[in-house]
C-alpha cells in the first residue's frame, strides 16, 4: 500500500514538473508572437504610409477660456478626412494643456487645401464655429501639424490657427 501511495506521489510530481516546462514553452511562444505582432505592425505602417506621405494633425487649446470645442472636421482638398467629438473629459485634459492627435493621413507630396472647422460653444454659452482654410506644401518629409485654439483677450473671443513642427 505504501508503495502505490509513494509511486503515485512521484508519478503526480513528474507530471506537474512536465506541466511547468510546457507553461513555460507556451509563456516563450506567446512572448515571440507579441513580438513578432509589434514588428508586422511597424512594416505594415512603413509600407501603407512611408514618411513621404506621411501628415500628422494634433489639436491643442491655448486656455480655453472663450471657446470649448465639441466637435472638429478636417478636409483635405475639399474631402472630408478626419473628425472628433470631444467628451467633457477630453475637454479638461486640453485645457490643462493636453496635446490631443487628431490623425494620421497620407498625403502626397505638393501643394494641398486643408480645410478645418471647430464647433463649440464661446464663454457665454453660445454656439460658435472656428473656421481655416490654408494652403499647404507637403514635401518629402513626414508633415506635422497643430490645430491650435488660441485665446484672444482683447475681442474676449478664440480663433484657429495651423502651426507646423
Request: a negative charge.
Amino acid at each position: 500500500m505504501k508503495f502505490l501511495l509513494v509511486l503515485s506521489m512521484l508519478f503526480a510530481s513528474a507530471v506537474m514538473a512536465e506541466d511547468a516546462a510546457v507553461r513555460e514553452q507556451v509563456m516563450t511562444a506567446k512572448e515571440a508572437v507579441l513580438e513578432l505582432n509589434r514588428d508586422l505592425y511597424e512594416l505594415e505602417r512603413e509600407l501603407l504610409s512611408p514618411a513621404t506621405t506621411r501628415a500628422a494633425f494634433h489639436v491643442t487649446l491655448n486656455h480655453g477660456e472663450y471657446f470649448e470645442p465639441l466637435s472638429v472636421e478636417l478636409s483635405v482638398d475639399g474631402k472630408l478626412e478626419l473628425q472628433h467629438l470631444y467628451t467633457e473629459r477630453q475637454v479638461k485634459a486640453l485645457r490643462m494643456g493636453a496635446v490631443q492627435p487628431l490623425g494620421d493621413l497620407n498625403l502626397a507630396p505638393g501643394k494641398h487645401q486643408v480645410s478645418v472647422t471647430i464647433r463649440g460653444v464661446d464663454h457665454q454659452g453660445q454656439g460658435r464655429e472656428l473656421a481655416i482654410t490654408e494652403m499647404i506644401s507637403k514635401t518629402g518629409k513626414p508633415l506635422i501639424t497643430e490645430l491650435l485654439i488660441v485665446d484672444r483677450d482683447d475681442l474676449q473671443s478664440a480663433r484657429l490657427q495651423l502651426k507646423y513642427w
